[in-house]
C-alpha cells in the first residue's frame, strides 16, 4: 500500500466560471505533461473548484502543474 511519503501534492484552485469540459481539459493536459493524477476535488457552493493533483515522488523532475 501507499504511504502519503511516496507521492508530491499539489493545490490547484479552479475559479468559477470554468466550464465542466474546460476544467476536465486542463486536468487532462497537467496529467499528460506532468505525470499528475487526480487525488481530491471539491466543489463549492460558489463554484471554485478546489483539486488536489498528485504523483509519484520520484517524478519531481517533472513540470509542477501551470494554471
Known amino acids: 500500500m501507499d504511504t502519503p511519503g511516496d507521492y508530491e501534492f499539489a493545490p490547484l ?7 465542466r469540459s474546460a ?3 486542463m486536468l487532462s493536459l497537467q496529467a499528460d ?3 499528475w493524477e487526480l487525488a481530491r476535488l471539491q466543489l463549492h ?3 471554485t ?3 488536489i493533483l ?5 517524478l519531481s523532475y517533472l513540470p ?3 494554471v
Do not use: E, W
Open 54 to 58: 498528485r504523483r509519484r515522488a520520484r
Open 33 to 35: 505533461v506532468g505525470g
Open 49 to 51: 473548484r478546489k483539486v
Open 13 to 19: 484552485r479552479i475559479p468559477p466560471g470554468t466550464s
Open 45 to 47: 457552493a460558489d463554484g
Open 23 to 25: 476544467a476536465a481539459t
Open 64 to 66: 509542477k502543474p501551470v
